[in-house]
Every structure is written in C-alpha cells, then in structure tokens.
C-alpha cells in the first residue's frame, strides 16, 4: 500500500474480509471537502446497534448507554470482550437491566 495514496486509504477502511460479511457493518468516511467529521442526522430507525470497544472507559460507556436510552428508540447495546479460550472477539450485548448506572 502507498501510504497517501486515497484509492488506497479508502480501501483499507472500507473494504473487509468476506469472512466478517455476517456483521453486516457499514462505514461512513466523510473526508474535509464533504464536510468532514461532525455530528450528522440520519433517520433513527436507521440505527439498529451500537457496538462498545472492549477497552472503553466507565464515564464513557455511560455516556452512550445514557444517549442510547434518551433516544427512546429500540437500540441494541453490545461490548467486544476477548474470548478467554479462543483467539477472537466476541461481541454479546450488555444486559440494559444490569447496565453501568
């Protein structure tokens, strides 16, 4: 890969293995010329889940379950662990019950 070149950089983004085709993710990059990063709307239904990294920190993991549960939508929270016997990440999702209060 030439690092700076853009065909290549998207690719390396936007591209994943057929092996993760079940995770049915989607990205968005949005480069400085077609706005950049910010805060963007989209309808709600849109989002399904939300997918915390296993490293988060407790402030704020409590912060998006909170916007999460303002929003009033039907949204999934999950939280990537390490698989204690296996090399891989599993990603179940948190029990709202029980969530970080």
């Given at each position: 890969?030439?690092?700076?070149?853009?065909?290549?950089?998207l690719k390396?983004f936007?591209?994943?293995?057929?092996?993760w085709?079940?995770e049915?993710e989607?990205?968005?990059?949005?480069?400085?010329?077609?706005g950049g990063?910010?805060?963007?709307r989209?309808?709600p239904?849109l989002?399904?889940g939300v997918i915390?990294?296993?490293?988060?920190?407790?402030?704020d993991?409590?912060?998006?379950?909170g916007?999460?549960d303002?929003?009033?939508?039907k949204?999934k929270?999950?939280k990537?662990q390490?698989?204690?016997?296996?090399?891989?990440?599993?990603?179940p999702e948190l029990?709202l019950?029980?969530?970080i209060?």
């Amino acid at each position: 890969m030439k690092i700076g070149d853009r065909k290549e950089f998207l690719k390396a983004f936007t591209v994943k293995s057929l092996h993760w085709e079940y995770e049915q993710e989607r990205r968005i990059i949005k480069t400085e010329r077609a706005g950049g990063p910010k805060a963007y709307r989209f309808a709600p239904g849109l989002l399904l889940g939300v997918i915390l990294g296993q490293n988060i920190s407790t402030e704020d993991e409590k912060q998006v379950c909170g916007w999460v549960d303002k929003s009033g939508e039907k949204i999934k929270i999950y939280k990537a662990q390490r698989d204690r016997k296996n090399f891989k990440i599993i990603i179940p999702e948190l029990d709202l019950e029980n969530k970080i209060q």
